[in-house]
């Protein structure tokens, strides 16, 4: 009986294989949509003869995700912070925040081990955030680079040590919520900026557009920010840490049916 | 005569390996009746997603899909998992 499945399986497998070589031979997508990619890779970091349509940031992915299509990205980041939120609904009244009982936790070797190896997670994480406009990475896969340092801190030590040290629910929620207002307040920034001097400019504009001359600042003293792209990184990491750490605590902390 | 592999035809067979790998994993984490194993399974076969991804020049998706699929996803179930049962019924 096993060996029919396995066979079936790997018939499936192959034909998919082939299915889709044959489908690259013949399916080449149009000559139009190529022309946008060039524009994007050519726009990304061009200060030289394309002023008013760049981003100034070196990273075409970053430059896509929070310039040229930011709006998109902007309600990604809704979506999954409404799921969060729809979580912590569900989990309402099913845990408690105060430690209750002292964990012992796992031995020593192990814990002095993740004592050392926690902070360099973090400051990976926080590296991978905050140059999101310049190397891969960016603001979420930051966030969730840092998230993974207290679950391990959860199953190595207990869920109470990472409560006591700060890491409870209640306050990521305030964390990821002024993430949250951070993404909002940076993409009407120059907005509001240009209808207080009476000028005008777009909602989540980065650098100079046409008709808006109004810019972000590119650089910080010599150091590349690329304007909104690294606020964006920057409260986009907060934001998804403290979302990813509430969730997690969450759910260990969570007691169904009895307890109480 | 000397047999010339370039560095080319080494990306497209490290991908089919990390793919057909994949596979056998995501069968055996379909199979296995220990959950926590199944959980396993599951993160090696993202493992191998995520080496996909890196060769074919996306690493963007390796950094988000690392720390999610093996770090947080096989933690939140394996939470889970201990507060229900551990082996999966007929």
């Known amino acids: 009986m096993r060996s029919i499945e396995l066979v079936v399986i790997t018939v499936v497998v192959l034909a998919l294989a082939l299915l889709i070589a044959v489908a690259y031979e013949n399916i080449i997508p149009s000559t139009a949509v190529r ?11 061009n200060p030289f003869d394309l002023r008013e349509y760049t981003a100034m940031s070196p990273e075409a992915v970053t430059s896509i995700v929070w310039d040229f299509r930011g709006l998109d990205t902007l309600f990604e980041t809704a979506v999954f912070f409404l799921a969060l939120i729809a979580g912590m609904a569900l989990a309402r009244g099913l845990y408690r925040e105060t430690p209750q009982f002292k964990s012992e936790g796992l031995s020593l070797i192990v814990k002095s081990v993740t004592k050392i190896t926690a902070p360099v997670i973090i400051a990976v994480g926080v590296s991978i955030g905050l140059h999101g406009h310049l190397t891969p990475g960016g603001g979420f896969q930051g966030g969730s680079v840092i998230a993974v340092a207290p679950m391990i801190f959860i199953v190595i030590f207990s869920v109470y040590f990472v409560l006591e040290r700060g890491v409870a629910p209640s306050k990521m929620l305030v964390l990821r919520s002024l993430g949250l207002a951070g ?8 907005f509001m900026i240009a209808l207080l001097r009476g000028s005008f400019a777009y909602v989540f504009q ?10 972000m600042p590119a650089e910080i003293s010599g150091a590349l920010i690329s304007g909104t792209l690294w606020f964006f990184n920057f409260f986009e990491m907060l ?5 990813f ?6 759910v260990v902390l969570m007691r169904f049916g009895k307890g109480e | 005569m000397t047999a010339v592999i370039s560095g080319e035809t080494l990306v497209y067979l490290a991908m089919a390996l990390a793919s057909v790998l994949s596979t056998i994993a995501t069968y055996m984490a379909v199979k296995e ?4 194993r199944a959980v396993v399974y599951s993160a090696l076969q993202s493992g191998f997603y995520s080496i996909l991804y890196y060769l074919l020049a996306a690493p ?9 699929a093996v770090g947080l996803v096989p933690g939140v179930l394996i939470v889970l998992i201990s507060k229900t049962e551990r082996w999966e019924k007929e």
């Open chain 1, 35 to 45: 022309k946008v990619a060039e524009f994007y890779l050519y726009a990304a970091y």
């Open chain 2, 33 to 36: 009746r220990d959950l926590i």
């Open chain 1, 206 to 215: 980065n650098m100079i557009k046409p008709g808006a001359s109004i810019s």
């Open chain 2, 60 to 68: 963007d998706i390796v950094l988000v899909y690392i720390p999610v």
């Open chain 1, 245 to 250: 750490s509430m969730a997690f605590v969450v």
């Open chain 1, 183 to 190: 993404i909002g307040l940076t993409s009407v920034v120059l």
């Open chain 1, 239 to 243: 934001a998804v840490a403290a979302g």
